[in-house]
């Protein structure tokens, strides 16, 4: 979510220089963003609904029933392995290695959201079966067929260069395994010359997902995601003093910069669900 948006005027940065964007502004959010009341109100009423476990709280449009469809598309046993990539604090991929038995390794580029995650893998007791890395998708740091399913949510549209994301994730999974994701569809013209989103914007993952040796089992629209996504962004540019006394300063001014922009530019064409098998 947070990419500093301001530094949109400033040219289009480096993949590198948007990655350390990224990040700084996650970062930012996640120092206090678990903590702060007024934001998981505002996440639970309006972007994910109020049946998701608050255990497994996070910042992205993921519901409950798209969680269950997940776990359950994933043919994910007890004790397979499963890969949360850009897993943030880790709500997301801990609810669903609690559903399936899965073993779990997740991956961010946020060093706050990678402790955070660690220590809500111990909360909700599955510290002796998920772990928590640095890495990005362009470079995960994991072995060869080493997962046995891979989960992205509402996040592989900030990845600077999604060919050789996907290219990583079909490395680090078994044939036969599968990717199941949330994201953003970015229309290109929406997004030229913004910082992160214009580096790469992809307007329909299908073509790269065939291109990179997946086999597409299904793509659909998830319901209701655009007018969730206005109503949390607005709530979070209504409710600055609150945000600002728990996120701090650079956090609110980091979710706010982006909450603002993408109302603003308006980038996404839609926000899909896709199901994909490792050929």
Same mark, same amino acid.
């Given at each position: 979510?947070?990419?500093?948006?301001?530094?949109?005027?400033?040219?289009?940065?480096?993949?590198?220089?948007?990655?350390?964007?990224?990040?700084?502004?996650?970062?930012?959010?996640?120092?206090?963003?678990?903590?702060?009341? +007024?934001?998981?109100?505002?996440?639970?009423?309006?972007?994910?609904?109020? &049946?998701?476990?608050? !255990?497994?709280?996070?910042?992205?449009? /993921?519901?409950?029933? *798209?969680?269950?469809?997940?776990?359950?598309?994933?043919?994910?046993?007890?004790?397979?392995?499963?890969?949360?990539?850009?897993?943030? $604090?880790?709500?997301?991929? @801990?609810?669903? +290695?609690?559903?399936?038995?899965?073993?779990? $390794?997740?991956?961010?580029?946020? *060093?706050?959201?990678?402790?955070?995650?660690?220590?809500?893998?111990?909360?909700?007791?599955?510290?002796?079966?998920?772990?928590?890395?640095?890495?990005?998708?362009? *470079? $995960?740091?994991?072995?060869? /067929?080493?997962?046995?399913?891979?989960?992205?949510?509402?996040?592989?549209?900030?990845?600077?260069?999604?060919?050789? +994301?996907?290219?990583?994730?079909?490395?680090?999974?078994?044939?036969?395994?599968?990717?199941?994701?949330?994201?953003? *569809?970015?229309?290109?013209?929406?997004?030229?010359?913004?910082?992160? /989103?214009?580096?790469?914007?992809?307007?329909?993952?299908?073509?790269?997902?065939?291109?990179?040796?997946?086999?597409?089992?299904?793509?659909?629209?998830?319901?209701?995601?655009?007018?969730?996504?206005?109503?949390?962004?607005?709530?979070?540019?209504?409710?600055?003093?609150?945000?600002? &006394?728990?996120?701090?300063?650079?956090?609110?001014?980091?979710?706010? @910069? !982006?909450?603002?922009?993408?109302?603003?530019?308006?980038?996404?064409?839609?926000?899909?669900?896709?199901? +994909?098998?490792?050929?």
């Amino acid at each position: 979510m947070p990419t500093h948006a301001a530094d949109a005027q400033a040219g289009e940065p480096s993949a590198a220089n948007a990655r350390a964007l990224v990040a700084e502004g996650y970062d930012a959010v996640y120092a206090d963003g678990a903590d702060s009341p +007024a934001l998981q109100d505002i996440w639970l009423r309006l972007a994910c609904g109020t &049946d998701f476990p608050a !255990e497994f709280s996070h910042i992205s449009f /993921l519901t409950l029933a *798209e969680a269950q469809r997940i776990a359950h598309d994933s043919g994910l046993a007890e004790d397979d392995r499963l890969v949360d990539l850009a897993c943030g $604090t880790g709500g997301p991929g @801990l609810l669903i +290695a609690r559903e399936t038995g899965a073993a779990l $390794t997740g991956i961010d580029i946020s *060093e706050v959201g990678v402790a955070r995650a660690e220590a809500r893998s111990q909360r909700v007791g599955l510290g002796g079966s998920a772990e928590f890395r640095v890495g990005s998708f362009e *470079e $995960t740091g994991l072995p060869d /067929l080493f997962a046995d399913a891979a989960l992205t949510v509402d996040a592989l549209q900030y990845s600077t260069d999604k060919r050789s +994301a996907l290219h990583e994730i079909a490395r680090v999974l078994r044939p036969g395994s599968r990717l199941l994701f949330t994201a953003f *569809e970015v229309e290109p013209a929406h997004v030229q010359g913004y910082p992160v /989103l214009g580096l790469d914007p992809v307007p329909d993952y299908t073509p790269l997902l065939s291109e990179v040796g997946f086999t597409v089992d299904a793509y659909e629209e998830t319901a209701g995601w655009r007018e969730r996504l206005t109503a949390a962004y607005q709530a979070v540019l209504d409710e600055p003093d609150s945000l600002t &006394d728990e996120l701090g300063e650079k956090g609110y001014m980091s979710l706010s @910069l !982006e909450v603002a922009v993408t109302l603003g530019l308006d980038p996404y064409r839609r926000r899909v669900l896709g199901v +994909a098998t490792r050929r």
